[in-house]
C-alpha cells in the first residue's frame, strides 16, 4: 500500500462527499427540478453531457428561476426505491429500503447459509440498492456460514508498541492481548497508511478454521482469506459495513460464526447492551478495489446526476 493512493483515497471521499451534500440542496431548494429529474430517471454518465441534457430541456434556467423552499420530501414511500437510486436519499432512507428488502427474505432462517433462492435475492438487493455485487462463494472458498451470529471484539495492534489510548473510537473494547492472524497490520506507526489503519478498523474474524477443508489446504486458505474484503449487514436495520478479514475466530463453543471489530459493531448498532446479533456476511466482488471499507449506506459505483 502506499502513500499515493491514500491521498486519492481521501480526494475522493472529500468529493463523494460534496457531490452529496449538493444533491441534497437540490432537493431543498428546487423541488420541481429534482422531481423532474426522478420522473425522467436521469442518471448521466458524465458532465458534459449532463450540462448539454438539463440545458436543452430548460432546466438550467428553472433553477435559476426557482425560489428558495424548505428542504420537504418530495418523493413519495412507493418512489423511496427511485430516490436512493438517484442519489437524494438520506442514509437512514438506504439502510431502511435495505431492511425492507432483506428481512422477509431471512425471516426465521436457522444459523447457516439462506436457501439459493433467498441468497441469491438478498445478494441481488444489495447489489441493486448499494451497488455492491456480493456472493457467499468465490474462487472456490466458502465460509460454513453467510447467516449467523457476529460478536464484539477488542482492538487489534496494528503496529508494533501500538496502545489502546492510540485508537480512536470505542475504547471501552480494549485492545487484544495477542495480534491478528496475520500479525501487525504496519511495520511501524510512521510507515502506517491510511489504508492499513481502516484494515484494522475494520476488521472480521472468520471461522477458517472450522472450514471442511481446513487441514488439506490450510496454507492456501490462510493466504486467501488475508485481508479479505467482506460485507456484514444487520437485516433487522438494513445497516451494512465493508470490511477485511483480519483476525481467526471466535471460537465454535461461543455460539457466534463471526467477529466485528469494535467500531463495525457500532456501524451495525450492535455495539451496545449484549453487544451481539444476527447477520448476513458475503464476499465482495471488488477486483479493482473500488470499494470503501466502513458504513456502505449510498449507491457504490453508479453515476449520479451531475448539475453543472
Not at 44 to 72: D, E, F, N, R
Amino acid at each position: 500500500m502506499s502513500a499515493q493512493p491514500s491521498k486519492y483515497y481521501k480526494l475522493k471521499t472529500k468529493l463523494r462527499a460534496h457531490r452529496k451534500r449538493a444533491r441534497a440542496s437540490l432537493v431543498g431548494k428546487h423541488q420541481k427540478a429534482a422531481c423532474w429529474l426522478a420522473k425522467k430517471s436521469l442518471a448521466l454518465p458524465g458532465a458534459q453531457k449532463s450540462v448539454k441534457l438539463l440545458t436543452s430541456a430548460g432546466l438550467a434556467g428553472s433553477l435559476l428561476l426557482s425560489s428558495p423552499a424548505k428542504a420537504v420530501d418530495i418523493f413519495p414511500p412507493a418512489k423511496i426505491e427511485e430516490k436512493v437510486k438517484l442519489g437524494f436519499a438520506s442514509a437512514e432512507e438506504t439502510s431502511n429500503l435495505l431492511a425492507q428488502k432483506i428481512n422477509p427474505l431471512v425471516g426465521d432462517q436457522p444459523i447457516g447459509h439462506l436457501p439459493k433462492e433467498a441468497e441469491d435475492k438478498v445478494c441481488q438487493e444489495l447489489k441493486n440498492i448499494l451497488g455492491v455485487d456480493v456472493c457467499s462463494e468465490l474462487e472456490g472458498n466458502k465460509l460454513n456460514h453467510s447467516f449467523g451470529w457476529i460478536g464484539y471484539e477488542q482492538h487489534l495492534k496494528r503496529f508494533p508498541a501500538d496502545t489502546l489510548e492510540k485508537h480512536h473510537d470505542e475504547l471501552v473494547a480494549g485492545i487484544a492481548p495477542g495480534l491478528g492472524a496475520w500479525g501487525f497490520f504496519s511495520e511501524s506507526e510512521e510507515a502506517m497508511t491510511s489504508e492499513e489503519e481502516l484494515c484494522e478498523k475494520y476488521y472480521f474474524a472468520v471461522q477458517t478454521l472450522y472450514m471442511p477443508d481446513f487441514q488439506v489446504r490450510s496454507q492456501e486458505i490462510y493466504d486467501w482469506f488475508r485481508y479479505r474484503k467482506m460485507i456484514v449487514v444487520n437485516p433487522e436495520n438494513g445497516r451494512a459495513v465493508v470490511g477485511v478479514v483480519g483476525d481467526a475466530g471466535p471460537a465454535e463453543w461461543t455460539g457466534k460464526q463471526l467477529g466485528g471489530s469494535p467500531e463495525i459493531m457500532k456501524a451495525l448498532d450492535l455495539h451496545l447492551g449484549y453487544r451481539k446479533g444476527k447477520v448476513l456476511f458475503f464476499f465482495v466482488k471488488d477486483p479493482e478495489d473500488k470499494i470503501p471499507l466502513g458504513p456502505i449506506n449510498y449507491p457504490i459505483g453508479t453515476e449520479q446526476p451531475i448539475l453543472a
